[in-house]
Every structure is written in C-alpha cells, then in structure tokens.
C-alpha cells in the first residue's frame, strides 16, 4: 500500500500506509510540496502519524497528527469508514496521538505545505564544549516563538570511551546559519554537517544514525523545560551508561527535544488532538535513551541501565 496521490487543488496527498516518509518526502518533491511527518527516512507513515509526530516542521505547523484532513479506517465490524472533522469526529479526535487502538487506518490524507529547499545537518562537540550545547538548546526552546522555522535535537553519545554531543539543526528555509542559531554556531565543532538540501535528503542524513541489524531500547519521559534539569539529565545519562560501556556494538545515547510553545499551539488546529496537553503547559523537554547493542546477553543490564536514568 504505497500510493501517493495529490489532490487537484494541491491542498491535501492521499497517502497509504506502507510508505517510508522518504517515500512521501522524494515523491512529493518535484511539486515543491511536502507534508509535515518523520525526520527518518525509514520510518513508517502509520504509526508515527497516529502516535502524534515530531516533524522539523512542528513549531510552524503542528504535530503530524494535527495535519491530517481524514484518515479512512476499517472497524472491527468490516465497516470501511473516513474520519474528520465532519464525520466521525470523536474517532477522529482520537486518531490524532491516540494511537491505532480504534481500527485499521488505510489511507492518510495529509495536508500540504509548500517546501523545496532547506538548511540542516549534524554538529559533533566535545565534552569542553557540553556546558555551551546546553544553554544553547535551552535558549533556543525558550526563543522558538522568534523563529518558528527552527528545529534542533540535541544527542550525547557514549562511544569509545569519549563523551560526545550531536545538535541536529533544521531550518525550514534554504538559508544559511540563520540567526536563530547563532548561540549554537559560536560553539566549536569537531564535525559539521550542516548544508542547504532537500528535505529528503535531510532523512537520509539522519537515517545513518539507526542501522539495522542491532538490539534496541527505547526509553522517554517529559518534563518541564528548565536549563539546571537539562544538565542534570544529561549527567545522570553517562554516569549510568558507564556499566554498560563493555556491552558488544553497544551505541547509547540520550536525545532531548524541546517540544515548543509554538508546536502546543498548533495542538488545538481542527478540534485538538489526544496528546492532552495545551500552550499553558510548554515549553517541555522531551528526554528520551536509546541504546544498541549485539549479544542478547546484554538485554538486562542494558534495559536496567535505561531504567536507572528514569527512575
């Protein structure tokens, strides 16, 4: 189930659930068009639509869950329905972040934006540089509302031995080290990634980071956004990791999202969305472990370790 199909007024793709985001992003593409959804090329278009979706769009437009016009879903009785904001609307209202509990979504139709060129890539840091990764994150969550064409993920990795920091940055716009970012800029890096691409391109780039073939966990908790707390998150992480730091092809690492005032705005386009929360609660950091690794043996010392960074 792989077609995409346009609308004739340009405002909406129909979208089946057996594509990739690479898929939707490179197909929509030639018409300058693309639709708010994942930052991995491999991820499906089901489940991240359905589970909310962090797009680096969201601070303009809205989770992925907020920019669907319909989904068409088969109930349990066989019944083939469409859901939206005319019909069905409590089904509806729940598809949007509640996940795929309610039936079985065949067809996505997301609403369109008008997107060619952008600006993004990966910043690599050494532990020198940790302090001045974290205020910058921190101060571009606070500053979001400034510039919502901004989008940053901020990682630290454990490899080696050595302590690592990744800011992922996006701007929606083919413009080069946009002001936004200035605090982030000013901070060496040992690599830097960051070029004018496609938006497809840009999942590509981010896909290298998730090979295939390993064990994974994957551990997330939100809180209020607070400068101090972001520190202490990422202190506990590699105080934690190190009894781990001897598991076969093990890959740890803590990612932080700043979901922004901005993005719980848009939560309450088309009637809201199920996330259950509003622009009073913001701006929230999302913390989030996720680990890789190779021999089974490992599983429970690697799932603990996960479990001690949060509990």
Not at 56 to 74: I, M, Q, R
Not at 86 to 98: K, P
Not at 127 to 141: I, K, M, R, T
Request: proline share 4%; glycine share 8%; charged share 15%.
């Amino acid at each position: 189930m792989k077609n995409i199909e346009l609308s004739e007024n340009r405002a909406t793709a129909s979208i089946e659930p057996g594509n990739t985001w690479y898929d939707v992003y490179h197909g929509l593409e030639p018409e300058n068009l693309a639709v708010i959804g994942g930052r991995v090329s491999a991820i499906g278009v089901g489940g991240l639509t359905l589970g909310g979706g962090i797009s680096f769009f969201s601070s303009e437009y809205g989770f992925a869950c907020d920019n669907v016009a319909s989904f068409e879903v088969v109930m349990a009785s066989g019944a083939i329905i469409t859901a939206s904001p005319n019909s069905h609307a409590d089904l509806y209202w729940s598809l949007r972040g509640g996940g795929n509990n309610f039936g079985i979504v065949t067809k996505f139709e997301l609403e369109t934006i008008p997107q060619g060129l952008m600006w993004g890539g990966s910043r690599l840091h050494l532990e020198a540089q940790f302090a001045a990764v974290v205020d910058a994150f921190y101060n571009l969550g606070i500053n979001s509302p400034k510039d919502v064409a901004a989008a940053q993920i901020l990682s630290f990795a454990y490899a080696q031995n050595t302590r690592f920091a990744s800011s992922e940055l996006e701007y929606s716009k083919p413009i080069a080290n946009a002001s936004i970012f200035s605090e982030y800029l000013a901070i060496p890096a040992i690599q830097d990634g960051t070029m004018i691409r496609t938006l497809a391109n840009v999942t590509l780039q981010i896909n290298t980071s998730n090979p295939n073939g390993l064990r994974e966990t994957y551990w997330v908790a939100a809180f209020k956004l607070d400068r101090d707390f972001t520190a202490f998150t990422k202190d506990v992480f590699f105080e934690e990791v190190l009894a781990i730091a001897d598991a076969a092809a093990v890959m740890p690492a803590l990612t932080l999202q700043v979901i922004t005032v901005p993005m719980l705005r848009n939560f309450a386009k088309h009637g809201g969305n199920a996330l259950g929360l509003s622009e009073e609660d913001g701006p929230l950091l999302l913390s989030s472990t996720n680990t890789m690794w190779a021999d089974e043996a490992d599983d429970e010392r690697v799932l603990g370790t996960n479990r001690r960074v949060f509990i």
